[in-house]
């Protein structure tokens, strides 16, 4: 990590101190829905949070949006990615907790589910309608990177004014983490360096604005990571390419460790009060 980088992630993580109040012992409690747009983004972005809470005796229940299957189908056979997936899914579902019968597959095509909004804000609904939930988990609005966390946002957020009932949401960061401070971007030149000045100035507004509520997971460190080698898919590779990107390839492994850092974040609302 170079020196500016440091700088900034320390800046950052001093702000993150200052404004983010925990969650306490009674909303780790409360009955939560989270929608993954990927098998191990529920992980990733709160898996911690999933293990705090059922040990809290919380009823948790998971839904994957998307099959994930094309996140290597240049490698392997989308079907058989799909079916990788899905196994890799249910075997970190366990871990975090819950039963077999607390994770569903809503099955659409990896990369897709933009196209499907109508549909999946039908489904969602439907779901709302069944959980109630007191909570419900979803990527932040500001994954534009990647199109169908942002989709998930937007078909939940759409689901839940149909829903129309109170319930407290939890947006997490996925890719929000892939920019300065937190992982390196090339810095050749001082326009390099003025844009790495300005990102890190971003993130740190940002988790001022949006980030302020936390949950310490310092002491389920090791447990998130052993659930989310469970991901072999995402996490080794199955097949002896250099193509075969794994999540520890991400900007040499600085993305990775985003996820490993003892609070996971989030930006908090109530909707229908």
Not at 217 to 246: F, N
Request: with cysteine; glycine share 4%; charged share 25%.
């Amino acid at each position: 990590m170079n020196h500016l980088r440091f700088q900034s992630c320390l800046f950052c993580r001093g702000i993150m101190n200052r404004v983010m109040s925990e969650l306490d012992e009674k909303d780790l409690e409360r009955t939560a829905t989270v929608f993954s747009p990927h098998p191990d983004d529920e992980t990733l972005g709160c898996g911690g949070t999933i293990i705090k809470k059922k040990r809290a005796g919380a009823e948790v229940k998971i839904f994957f949006m998307t099959d994930g299957q094309k996140s290597h189908s240049h490698l392997i056979s989308k079907n058989k990615l799909k079916c990788i997936r899905v196994s890799e899914a249910l075997a970190a579902s366990r871990m975090l907790g819950l039963e077999e019968n607390d994770v569903a597959f809503l099955e659409y095509e990896d990369g897709e589910l933009s196209r499907n909004q109508d549909s999946a804000i039908r489904k969602v609904v439907e779901i709302l309608l069944l959980q109630q939930p007191d909570e419900v988990f979803i990527p932040c609005k500001r994954e534009t990177r990647n199109s169908d966390h942002l989709a998930t946002n937007r078909i939940v957020a759409s689901a839940l004014q149909i829903y129309k009932r109170k319930a407290t949401v939890y947006e997490y960061p996925i890719w929000f983490w892939y920019h300065q401070p937190w992982v390196s971007v090339p810095m050749d030149t001082p326009k390099d360096i003025l844009s790495a000045l300005k990102q890190s100035i971003v993130s740190g507004l940002s988790l001022l604005k949006d980030f302020r509520c936390s949950v310490y997971v310092g002491d389920v460190l090791q447990l998130k990571r052993a659930i989310l080698a469970q991901y072999e898919s995402q996490m080794t590779r199955l097949v002896p390419d250099s193509r075969w990107q794994t999540l520890g390839d991400i900007s040499n492994g600085e993305f990775l460790e985003c996820f490993f850092q003892e609070h996971e974040i989030f930006h908090q609302y109530i909707l229908h009060r």
